[in-house]
């Protein structure tokens, strides 16, 4: 129960910093001015896919846990 955690913890959080989520207003311009659409693209598919297992594991974690709870 606890590895499906840690490992949902881990990809929003990869998640978050590939797509530049805790970052100033002034950073993401000048990093959108400077990259090309083709590392945004994957940039923005890493982020999609380590978000999407994240939630997944994060959900895993959430019915394992009431699961032994009950």
């Known amino acids: 129960m606890q590895y499906f955690f840690f490992v949902g913890?881990?990809?929003i959080i990869i998640s978050g910093i590939s797509v530049g989520?805790?970052?100033t207003p002034q950073q993401q311009?000048?990093?959108f001015n400077n990259e090309t659409t083709a590392y945004r693209r994957s940039r923005t598919r890493i982020a999609i896919y380590s978000g999407f297992l994240?939630?997944?594991s994060l959900a895993i974690s959430g019915m394992l846990y009431?699961?032994?709870t009950i």
């Open 9 to 11: 913890v881990v990809c």
């Open 54 to 56: 994240g939630i997944l």
């Open 66 to 68: 009431f699961k032994n």
């Open 29 to 31: 311009r000048a990093t």
């Open 21 to 23: 989520a805790w970052t």
